[in-house]
């Protein structure tokens, strides 16, 4: 079936380095993808968000990254500080304005100091 | 706080028990969204609303569940009859939705079933 997932369970970044959360996507008919970051204990909190028009979009220090050819997104922090240290998921939206966003498995973002 | 409130943070019942869980909204937001995450994965969408109407439900949603938004503001999650298998964070999100429709979510209710 279609779905949303993460490559890789876990990362470890060293504090001030920059980090890339990778996401793969299997439907093509996705045309909204959305980052959202999860401390403890709190709801997804709304990082970054980009249409499939687009490849590219830059936030403060964070940039999302879209590959429609191999279904792929990502996510780069520049200069990974402590507070960055969450749960990370990628979540995507069929096209229509009625549709629901569809959330992939988390990857846990540890920052050493 | 002008973000999405839920009620209460932490609920703790017997099997068999009935729960009502409460969700406030971004006051300006019409859509309504009722998400379960379980430890690990990330939120599996359970239902939604579009003011006071109810729009879709998930498979997921047995029998059990109900949901309300009675006069599109606030809305209410019910579980009947609970079951071990229904712990589990219970989330709430509000949008405007639209196009580019962003989900402002709530801390969530932490169920626990005995």
């Known amino acids: 079936g279609e779905s949303v997932g993460l490559h890789l369970p876990t990362l470890s970044v060293q504090e001030g380095d920059n980090s890339i959360i990778n996401c793969a996507y299997s439907n093509s008919a996705s045309d909204y993808f959305i980052w959202y970051k999860q401390e403890s204990g709190k709801g997804p909190q709304f990082i970054i968000d980009?249409?499939?028009?687009?490849d590219k979009r830059q936030g403060q220090r964070v940039t999302v990254l879209l590959n429609k050819t191999v279904k792929h997104l990502s996510l780069q922090i520049a200069a990974t500080q402590p507070g960055d240290s969450a749960v990370y998921f990628c979540?995507?939206?069929?096209?229509?304005?009625?549709?629901?966003?569809?959330f992939g498995k988390g990857i846990t973002l540890s920052v050493r100091p | 706080d002008t973000g999405v409130s839920q009620d209460p943070r932490h609920k703790i019942t017997k099997r068999g028990q009935n729960v009502t869980f409460r969700c406030d909204p971004i006051?300006?937001?019409?859509?309504l969204y009722w998400y379960r995450q379980t430890l690990g994965q990330g939120p599996e969408f359970l239902t939604y609303f579009q003011n006071e109407a109810q729009l879709e439900k998930s498979r997921l949603l047995s029998d059990r569940f109900s949901a309300e938004r009675p006069k599109g503001s606030f809305s209410t999650l019910e579980i009947q009859r609970t079951e071990q298998g229904d712990s589990a964070m219970y989330l709430c999100?509000?949008?405007?939705?639209?196009?580019?429709?962003?989900?402002?979510f709530g801390s969530g209710t932490q169920l626990s079933v005995l």
């Open positions: 979540a995507e939206r069929l096209t229509g304005a009625n549709s629901k966003l569809t």
């Open positions: 980009i249409r499939s028009n687009m």
């Open positions: 006051s300006e937001h019409n859509r």
């Open positions: 999100a509000s949008s405007f939705g639209g196009t580019n429709e962003k989900l402002f």
